[in-house]
């Protein structure tokens, strides 16, 4: 099974309007950490936030947002005012306790593409 | 600013035949990982390394794959006799601490093609 979903493969945007990224994730652990990373299409892979399981406040970087609800195991990540340069794959992430924080396991990814 | 570089930036190789990846983990980073990504798929973990020993691997990394740091700056991948399957962008990530403690900072990634 899954234990990072993005049910969003594919998603188009025009330019200035707002998107969120789905992630839903699946863990045992009472402690674990998400993440997102982008990957713009010359390929490197970008940190953008880590959140732990005990933090579910929301989080705002800029035109970034990440909401949190361990309610709903999700994570999702909202881009305000969207621009070309957002375009881009974006990963969401998890990492366990069990496996002392070692490993990180990756979604599916979704790519999204900002119209001009 | 530092940054985690990655030699070669493309490496074609026959079937059977064993490689090597190269790393140069950010200086002061004591954490290192490398992770895949086969043509338009997701990013899969490999391994963890730390203190001179894999911590943590996933079940992709299998005899086939072994990671040295052969001296205080490099830190490779090798893949004793590559597959059809091989075939994907490898990435080195190094993290002064544990990735919950700070942010994992990835190289710009070895395209292997297995002929």
């Known amino acids: 099974a899954q234990k990072v979903t993005q049910a969003q493969t594919e998603i188009s945007v025009v330019e200035k309007e707002d998107v969120t990224l789905d992630c839903v994730y699946e863990?045992?652990?009472?402690?674990?950490?998400l993440f997102w990373y982008k990957q713009p299409p010359s390929g490197e892979l970008v940190f953008l936030i880590r959140?732990?399981?005990?933090?579910?406040q929301n989080e705002i970087s800029g035109r970034y947002s990440w909401n949190f609800q361990k309610s709903t195991s999700s994570f999702n990540f909202t881009i305000t005012a969207s621009q070309v340069v957002d375009s881009a794959v974006y990963f969401c992430?998890?990492?366990?306790?069990?496996?002392?924080?070692?490993?990180?396991?990756f979604g599916p990814g979704t790519s999204l593409s900002v119209i001009p | 600013e530092p940054e985690v570089t990655q030699t070669p930036s493309h490496q074609v190789t026959q079937m059977g035949q064993e490689v090597i990846l190269r790393c140069v983990p950010i200086s002061n980073h004591l954490y290192f990982y490398w992770y895949r990504q086969i043509l338009g798929q997701k990013v899969e973990f490999l391994v963890s390394?730390?203190?001179?020993?894999?911590?943590?691997k996933s079940e992709i990394f299998d005899d086939q794959f072994s990671v040295e740091r052969p001296d205080g700056s490099n830190f490779t991948l090798k893949i004793r006799s590559t597959k059809l399957e091989d075939s994907a962008m490898y990435f080195c990530?190094?993290?002064?601490?544990?990735?919950?403690?700070?942010?994992?900072?990835f190289g710009p990634g070895t395209r292997l093609t297995v002929l």
């Open positions: 992430a998890l990492s366990e306790e069990e496996t002392s924080y070692d490993k990180v396991i």
């Open positions: 390394f730390y203190n001179n020993e894999i911590s943590e």
């Open positions: 990530a190094s993290s002064e601490r544990q990735i919950i403690y700070n942010e994992q900072f």
């Open positions: 863990t045992r652990d009472t402690t674990y950490y």
């Open positions: 959140r732990n399981s005990f933090d579910e």
